[in-house]
T-cell receptor, first 113, second 114 residues
Framework: AQSVTQLDSQVPVFEEAPVELRCNYS??????LFWYVQYPNQGLQLLLK??????LVKGINGFEAEFNKSQTSFHLRKPSVHISDTAEYFC???????????FGKGTRLHILP | DAGVTQSPTHLIKTRGQQVTLRCSPK?????VSWYQQALGQGPQFIFQ???????QRGNFPDRFSGHQFPNYSSELNVNALLLGDSALYLC?????????????FGPGTRLTVL
């Protein structure tokens, strides 16, 4: 069965500093991987997705993630964060079109002034 | 282009009551999925509807049921409410022919069970 582990429940980082949010997954087959962002009192918005091909995926708002099959990881990175990046970030996995999406428990990104 | 809409925004019920939540998918989408997001947790898949039928179901009891209408909108019904049903209920829509099942989420309905 699929599962997603987000290793940090909260990550504090100073404004304009780089950040990495960690995500590991388990699955017995090829997967599609996603990062979603949830701003306070809002639904989820897709940041980026890995479907196949290049292991480095670029998304919206300057975020990128790298798929590492051998380590079953899909860490999210941003070189310089802004106060507006304050949100909850969810890593998710799906085994395909006919499969449900499994979410991690989320990482709260807290930007320090 | 309207995105996914959900109603109501907030709802307060008491234990044992029944509730119906509603979702209108993004224009052009034909598949609706429902998720429960408890406080401090990630969304958990409840079920998915396509062509007015339940296609997949997560690990939720039969108290949770749904429906999809010919216009692709959907309802989530929860019977015999428990305190533990208090959560944010998210609806997501997608287009089934899309290979990777990209889902677009609505803002959610916050259900509080007292």
């Amino acid at each position: 069965a699929q599962s997603v582990t987000q290793l940090d429940s909260q990550v504090p980082v100073f404004e304009e500093a780089p950040v990495e949010l960690r995500c590991n997954y388990s699955s017995s087959v090829s997967v599609y991987l996603f990062w979603y962002v949830q701003y306070p009192n809002q639904g989820l918005q897709l940041l980026l997705k890995y479907l196949s091909g290049s292991t480095l995926v670029k998304g919206i708002n300057g975020f990128e993630a790298e798929f590492n099959k051998s380590q079953t990881s899909f860490h999210l990175r941003k070189p310089s964060v802004h106060i507006s990046d304050t949100a909850e970030y969810f890593c998710a996995v799906s085994e395909g079109r006919d499969d449900k999406i499994i979410f991690g428990k989320g990482t709260r990104l807290h930007i320090l002034p | 282009d309207a995105g996914v809409t959900q109603s109501p925004t907030h709802l307060i019920k008491t234990r044992g009551q029944q509730v119906t939540l509603r979702c209108s998918p993004k224009s052009g989408h034909d598949t609706v999925s429902w998720y429960q997001q408890a406080l401090g947790q990630g969304p958990q898949f409840i079920f998915q509807y396509y062509e007015e039928e339940e296609r997949q179901r997560g690990n939720f009891p039969d108290r949770f049921s749904g429906h999809q209408f010919p216009n692709y909108s959907s309802e989530l019904n929860v019977n015999a409410l428990l305190l533990g049903d208090s959560a944010l209920y998210l609806c997501a829509s997608s287009l089934r022919v899309t290979a990777y099942n990209e889902q677009f989420f609505g803002p959610g309905t916050r259900l509080t069970v007292l």
